[in-house]
């Protein structure tokens, strides 16, 4: 850049003037010769005149390592001041005493790094609004002195701003551009934050780094500490926010992001805060929930989600994640799309504050990842229905599932440790279903909607069936335990042929059945049974009673006997009773018309 040299009433101004020496050195005044610094000999060092704003550029003239240039009592204020050196660092320091002022009136000032990583450790006054420019990706320059801010910064360029001095005053800082700025300082300006473009991150890896007031945020607020940070700022906007410390962060005020990432470390939502729109928890990533989150739109959780929340649109649990829903809380997913888990979703409650998780949608418990839904004294509403492809266990307390379950062939469903569950909805059970019992311990599942499938239960605990039990089109189901049928139950048996298992339903029980309600026997694919053939519908040691048993019609001259349906579990098919009295009266006939011949020979 051309020097441009101003003479008036004898004083010197430099207007545009480079940094000319090899290394570092003095700033220089306009008053002590005309500092020979700053392009040469006959040139003073720019910043003294109150009438033409100076612009200085500390530029290529250093050739390698670190240069440095002191203040050493002056004060310049400059229009703009200029980093431009890729090959060699500048480091512009206070010395023996000394302040940067930039000012440019009614128009912005100008701090620019357009090549390489420079610092200025001495304070920074922004008299006028300025904009710190970092020009190209990679590039950094670091701010370590304090910075009064009088007018308002503006940051830009694809480069990073690190800011590790206070900013006080009643400007305010927004960034505009794709780069990143970084705040490590307790900050108390006044004028406000705005995230424009680019990354704002408070704090760089420790404990330190924050802001006064509200940020509005239309791109990325970065969060990275160690260590327990309270973090008191509203967030508004559409931008995004991002934990990517190891410490943890804890909300005190309402934050609206889209998303919310926690990548690294932990976020706490304190009570009285609250956080709205998406969140996105990373598998190094921890997000506990004690205060206020109603609002969230989609949550995707690879990490560890704990508390309570509502979630509007779609929810998806990754391998590596664990939700984790404590007594007296809930998880509400309200939207009707298609949800799912492949981690570990814990419902932990008590007999008082039962853990409650609902789906509005349908929901899929997938077999891709660990697909645990592990439950105690919990409720489980799945008012889309639940698809068990994994694994859902219930152990300990009352536990309630309300909705349709299909359980796959892939699925588990066990219930453990003397807990009882009940079940609200209909349930398909091809996959299995382990009611345990351990000595006296016995655990008990109540199915209050229709039972059926091709799957029983295993596990020597008790089962109650309310409903309807319809086994799948001709099955042999096992009952490893003890089955209640009671008087509300409706039993449906069908019958295809007089095999059991392929051709007609037979359920074999380990334990005790008690029978109960009403039985339905249905015929299949046109099979008519024939005399002499017997279904043993129930094998097992049986007590009780059918209330009303309903058999299909047979063909003409033939009847079913039930008279050990209540003991063997077995119906035949008998001869009608009038069909046996017809054939007593024919040989009757027969015997007494025989007899008369004989007699008529004699």
Not at 306 to 324: E, K
Request: include cysteine; charge should be negative.
């Amino acid at each position: 850049m051309n020097a441009e040299i101003i003479v008036t009433y004898t004083q010197v101004y430099c207007g545009n003037v480079t940094w000319s020496a090899s290394g570092g050195g003095s700033w220089g005044t306009l008053t002590s010769n005309c500092g020979t610094n700053w392009g040469g000999a006959g040139y003073g060092s720019p910043g003294f005149s109150t009438t033409f704003p100076d612009n200085a550029t500390l530029g290529s003239s250093v050739s390698s390592g670190t240069a440095t240039v002191t203040f050493d009592g002056a004060n310049p204020c400059l229009a703009a001041l200029t980093f431009s050196n890729s090959t060699a660092s500048y480091t512009l320091a206070a010395g023996s005493g000394g302040k940067l002022h930039l000012n440019s009136g009614t128009t912005p000032a100008a701090l620019t790094d357009s090549a390489g990583n420079h610092t200025i450790s001495a304070p920074v006054a922004l008299d006028s609004s300025a904009i710190m420019t970092v020009t190209n990706q990679g590039d950094t320059l670091a701010i370590s002195g304090p910075i009064s801010d009088s007018g308002g910064l503006t940051t830009s360029g694809l480069g990073t701003v690190l800011i590790a001095g206070p900013i006080s005053g009643n400007g305010g800082l927004t960034t505009s551009s794709p780069g990143t700025v970084v705040l490590t300082a307790s900050n108390t300006y006044t004028g406000g934050t705005t995230i424009s473009a680019g990354t704002l991150a408070l704090g760089s890896g420790g404990t330190t780094g924050s802001v006064l007031a509200g940020i509005t945020n239309y791109a990325t607020l970065l969060l990275n500490f160690s260590g327990n940070q309270p973090f008191a700022n509203s967030v508004s906007g559409s931008g995004n926010v991002v934990v990517s410390g190891p410490g943890t962060v804890t909300l005190q005020a309402p934050v609206s992001a889209m998303p919310t990432i926690v990548s690294q470390g932990q976020l706490i939502v304190a009570p009285g805060a609250s956080l709205s729109g998406d969140l996105v928890v990373g598998g190094s990533g921890y997000c506990t929930n004690n205060g206020n989150m109603s609002n969230i739109r989609n949550l995707t959780n690879a990490g560890i989600f704990a508390g309570s929340t509502q979630v509007s649109g779609s929810f998806s649990n990754a391998p590596t994640g664990n939700v984790r829903i404590a007594a007296g809380q809930t998880v509400f997913l309200q939207g009707a799309l298609q949800q799912s888990n492949a981690g570990l979703i814990l419902a932990l409650g008590t007999s008082s504050a039962p853990a409650q998780f609902e789906s509005y949608g349908p929901f899929t418990n997938t077999a891709r990842g660990s697909g645990l839904i592990a439950a105690q004294n919990a409720n489980l509403y799945f008012d889309g229905g639940l698809t068990n492809q994994a694994a859902v266990a219930f152990s300990y307390g009352i536990s309630n599932v309300s909705g349709a379950v299909a359980n796959s062939p892939s699925g588990t469903i066990s219930v453990n440790g003397g807990a009882g569950v009940t079940f609200y909805g209909n349930v398909e059970q091809d996959g299995t279903l382990a009611v345990n019992a351990v000595g006296s311990t016995h655990s008990s599942a109540v199915f209050l909607g229709t039972f059926s499938g091709s799957g029983g239960f295993t596990g020597g605990g008790d089962v109650f069936f309310e409903g309807r039990l319809q086994p799948s089109d001709p099955v042999a189901v096992t009952f490893g335990g003890n089955a209640y049928l009671a008087n509300s139950t409706d039993t449906v048996m069908q019958l295809a042929g007089p095999v059991a298992g392929t051709q007609y339903d037979q359920i074999t029980v380990t334990g005790q059945m008690v029978l109960g309600g009403d039985l339905n026997v249905e015929l299949l694919d046109g099979f008519q049974p024939q005399a002499g053939e017997s279904f043993q519908l129930f094998d097992g040691e049986l007590s009780g009673a059918f209330g009303q048993v309903t058999l299909p019609s047979l063909n003409n001259g033939l009847s079913w006997n039930t008279s050990n349906l209540d003991t063997t579990g077995t119906i035949s098919v008998v001869p009608e009773p009038s069909t046996f009295a017809l054939l007593g009266i024919g040989a009757m006939s027969l015997a007494a018309y025989a007899w008369r011949r004989r007699r008529a020979k004699v």
